[in-house]
Nanobody, 124 residues
């Protein structure tokens, strides 16, 4: 059974950086598309980034493109999200997600395995 666990969240000032990590436990890591989503208080969960199993297709939401960088390490079975130039509007709980049966990269319904989330707070 696949499980995901996020780490690396915290409190940072605007303009600062954080790196999130998602540890994948289970088999066949390379067959999974991996996504990052976030949910701010009172808002819907939204797409942040996607990386495919080979790591050669990476997508970003317009709001984070150029500031966030997704990556994966098949040996460690982890997915990373490097976040730079953080803004207060980036404050949210960040979730890692995985899927073998893939649909649109930005759709929540494309992912069937979710982590518990990690809090990112950006102060102004």
């Amino acid at each position: 059974q696949v499980q995901l666990k996020e780490s690396g969240g915290g409190l940072v000032q605007a303009g600062g950086s954080l790196r999130l990590s998602c540890a994948f436990s289970g088999h066949s890591f390379r067959t999974y598309h991996m996504g990052w989503f976030r949910q701010a208080p009172g808002k819907d969960r939204e797409f942040v980034s996607h990386i495919n199993g080979d790591g050669d297709i990476i997508d970003y939401a317009d709001s984070v493109r150029g500031r966030f960088t997704a990556s994966r390490d098949d040996g460690q079975k982890t997915v990373g999200l490097q976040m730079a130039n953080l803004k207060p509007e980036d404050t949210a709980v960040y979730y890692c997600a995985a899927s073998q049966l893939f649909g649109p990269a930005s759709s929540l319904s494309s992912y069937d395995i979710w982590g518990q989330g990690t809090q990112v707070t950006v102060s102004s």
